[in-house]
């Protein structure tokens, strides 16, 4: 966040225990969908939101190291702080951790929802604003049945205008937190959503589309489900897409290059805004090809100051969040680094591995090949470097008839 106040923040509430889903396995938040935690998909998607400058989670007490595994890639960019006995309780200590940086707004969100994506947090933030709450919902679509004496149904309740709540919950920061502390004071602790609360103390709350795949995951069978889901089983024509992408920088005066997460001596380096690393820049435009996500460009705009001399690591593992906030598995990642010189293949097992962190998968998943150009051309002529990646995402459902 730098020098800049928060002006958004996120507080994700993690400190239930799950008894609908049953304890067996460990707390709902910890289990693992898709091979990864359900905390870490909403981690990922909420840290990988633009706009989203903070974000606190509440946990419960004995869940220290069950998120310290879970959450270990986001761990020093969230504040942790302890919930309480009631969602409500654990939401009101998650918003007083924002005290001090008094955000403008503050989206509240199950850490059990895993599938909410950033253009539903996008909505839910432009409809907040300083005297509005947004609620994302989606109306109710099955017929409404009141259970009479005996398990008779008593009556049909119609359905007309009711919807059902989902969040990420949005508001203006100091209205809700004096709702909640109003709440609090006054011993209600029975309010079930944030919007709630806000109807309570006459916040007014503006309706949002939700999404009908941002479920909430309360049974054992959700749990599942969403696995099967992230692991694209059931699907006879999964979702396997390719993005590519090319560059290209030219060598200035310099000591080292720094070439797919490595740094090489050399009698020149490559010049860019960033550290130049040619070979990661055409990787992040292949990741970002696999979901239509645009181009490094759009994400880190080299008219930026804050990109100067960045890692590119970072613009990688940006776009394996976006990637990931959809539901994206990668399957593969190929570089082919275009130069005369320097040499790549002593480096090539260094590079592997920093690709393989970078994109959370195996060795063996990831090639780093070289080539010269036969001296033709600009790179023939060692005037730059050039770049070409391939990347391959499994993304959930199916290829569309
Ligand atoms: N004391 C509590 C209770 C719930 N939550 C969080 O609120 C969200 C929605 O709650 P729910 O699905 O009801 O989760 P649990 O309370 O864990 O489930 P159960 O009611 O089945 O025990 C979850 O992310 C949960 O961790 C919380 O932070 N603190
Ligand atoms: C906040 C909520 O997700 C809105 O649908 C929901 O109310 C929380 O779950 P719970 O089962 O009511 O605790």
């Not at 309780?89 to 199950?110: M, T």
């Not at 909505?123 to 109710?140: H, M, S, W």
């Not at 309010?191 to 309706?207: C, G």
């Not at 645009?294 to 990688?316: L, M």
Request: glycine residues 10%; negative net charge.
């Amino acid at each position: 966040m730098g020098q800049e106040k928060c002006r958004i923040a996120a507080v994700i509430v993690a400190a239930g225990r799950g008894e609908r889903a049953g304890q067996a396995d460990g707390p709902k938040q910890y289990r693992l969908i898709g091979g990864r935690a359900v905390i870490a998909h909403t981690l990922e998607t909420f840290l990988s939101h633009p706009q989203v400058d903070t974000v606190v989670v509440a946990i419960h007490a004995d869940d220290g190291e069950l998120l310290r595994k879970a959450a270990e890639d986001y761990h020093d960019r969230i504040t942790i702080v302890i919930g309480g006995p009631t969602r409500q309780e654990s939401v009101r200590l998650g918003l007083l951790a924002l005290h001090e940086q008094a955000p403008a707004k503050v989206l509240i969100h199950d850490a059990v929802r895993p599938f909410c994506d950033l253009e539903l947090i996008t909505r839910t933030i432009d409809t907040i604003t300083e005297k509005q709450g947004a609620l994302p919902a989606l109306p109710v679509a099955d017929t409404l049945k009141r259970e009479a004496f005996g398990g008779m149904v008593g009556e049909t309740v119609p359905r007309a205008g009711l919807h059902g709540a989902q969040t990420p919950q949005g508001f203006p920061y100091g209205p809700i937190v004096a709702a909640h502390e109003q709440a609090h004071a006054l011993g209600r602790h029975d309010f079930t959503d944030d919007a709630a609360i806000a109807e309570w103390a006459r916040l007014p709350v503006m309706l949002v589309p939700g999404s009908p795949d941002n479920v909430k995951l309360t049974w054992a069978r959700d749990i599942s489900m969403a696995d099967q889901r992230l692991k694209g089983t059931g699907s006879s024509f999964p979702d396997v897409r390719t993005g590519n992408g090319y560059d290209v920088h030219s060598f200035e005066a310099g000591d080292h290059v720094v070439l797919c997460g490595v740094s090489i001596p050399h009698n020149r380096k490559l010049s860019g805004h960033s550290d130049a690393d040619v070979g990661l820049h055409a990787l992040t435009d292949a990741l970002l090809a696999t979901c239509g996500a645009g181009d490094i460009g759009t994400h880190f705009p080299p008219s930026d100051p804050q990109w100067k001399g960045a890692a590119s690591r970072r613009f990688v593992e940006h776009a394996v969040a976006l990637v990931r906030a959809r539901g994206g598995r990668i399957a593969n990642a190929d570089v082919t680094l275009i130069c005369e010189a320097p040499k790549v293949g002593p480096h090539r097992e260094a590079m592997v591995a920093e690709l393989s962190s970078m994109l959370g998968i195996a060795g063996e998943r990831i090639s780093i090949k070289a080539t010269t150009n036969e001296k033709l051309g600009f790179v023939g002529r060692e005037e730059g470097i050039a770049a070409i990646a391939t990347a391959s995402v499994i993304y959930p459902g199916e290829v569309p008839a």
